[in-house]
């Protein structure tokens, strides 16, 4: 008998936010320099939560939970002409903390009478807690240790693991994220350029890890030219290493922090006088986005994600490499 998937819904409520915002937008010395600053502050009721069943249903969905969202927004600007020169910039920053505040206890099982506890739920490689945030990746497995701590190790044998308590690895949530834009113009040239940078959070590449395990990868080269991988005070097979590691999250998880030239675009805006009145505004454009990554220390590009949910964010498994473009454009009015 196969089981129902899910207990029937009843008496659905609506998710609820409730959120305040406060801020500020001032110019300073005739425009020459803004300023704006902004605070705001949500919470989220009853959303739905999953509690496994078993018997005839494999779960529920339970409506519950307080999710606090706490962030800031700052920018800065300049803008100053010098004769027939003007060169404009702005500076961004945003910052974002989450916090759940309450997930849901002694949930009733209809099916056996008994009390759930939902204030440790576990979504794939993410763990939702009380007083913990959404974004939070753990892992419950490493290489065996012996009764000192040290890896479990003997020469010629493999590497095996063990499951532990969960432990943390990290958040896929970003401290903060900046964005540095600059303008140029001179008699009827225009040229911006924007860096954007992400600051703290991290990524998981299972590409990598699978590249490293048929030792295709630059890393496992890098160990065979080097005899072996040092654990401590030995040396293990390559292959031994990477067929044990390549499985565990804890190996594979990287800063996601990254800075790049986000944007460049080069404008030309022709005279109106050269075309007596039958053309107007007539621009034009070369551009290109995502054109240098300055900094990164993933093995991809962290900003990349598998799906555009929740628990999809941070997390590589042989997706498509991020792209750059470049483009042409002309404008122009009657």
């Known amino acids: 008998f196969k089981p129902f998937k899910y207990y029937p819904i009843s008496n659905l409520k609506a998710e609820r936010t409730r959120s305040y915002e406060v801020g500020l937008d001032s110019k300073w010395f005739n425009n020459t320099i803004t300023f704006g600053v902004t605070y705001y502050h949500s919470n989220t009721y009853n959303q739905l939560l999953k509690a496994t069943l078993g018997s005839n249903f494999e779960y529920m969905f339970v409506q519950a939970g307080n999710v606090q969202n706490r962030g800031l927004e700052l920018s800065l600007g300049f803008d100053k002409k010098f004769g027939n020169f003007n060169y404009s910039t702005t500076f961004t920053a945003t910052t974002n903390k989450n916090k759940i505040i309450q997930l849901a206890r002694d949930v009733l099982n209809p099916v056996t009478n008994t009390l759930i506890d939902l204030t440790d739920i576990q979504v794939g ?112 097979d390559p292959k031994t290493y990477y067929d044990a590691v390549s499985n565990l999250d804890a190996y594979y998880t990287y800063s996601a922090t990254n800075v790049r030239l986000q944007e460049a675009r080069l404008t030309y805006t022709f005279p109106n006088k050269w075309f007596k009145g039958t053309v107007n505004n007539l621009s034009l454009s070369v551009y290109g986005t995502n054109l240098w990554m300055i900094y990164n220390k993933a093995p991809y590009d962290p900003e990349l994600t598998a799906s555009t949910g929740t628990f999809g964010q941070g997390y590589d498994y042989f997706m498509l490499p991020s792209q750059s473009t470049y483009g042409l454009s002309l404008k122009f009015g009657f």
Request: proline share 3%; no cysteine; glycine share 14%.
């Open 125 to 236: 490689r993410f763990r939702l807690r009380e007083g913990g945030e959404i974004g939070t990746v753990y892992a419950n497995e490493w290489l065996k240790r012996d009764g000192d701590n040290y890896i479990d190790y003997q020469p010629g044998q493999a590497l095996t693991t063990e499951t532990t308590s969960p432990y943390k690895l990290g958040s896929v949530n970003p401290k903060w994220n900046l964005g540095w834009q600059h303008g140029f113009s001179y008699k009827g040239f225009n040229l911006n350029l924007l860096f954007t940078a992400r600051i703290g959070g991290i990524a998981i590449s299972k590409t990598q890890a699978m590249l490293d395990r048929y030792g295709v990868s630059e890393a496992s080269a890098d160990a065979r030219d080097a005899g072996g991988v040092s654990l401590g005070y030995f040396k293990v």
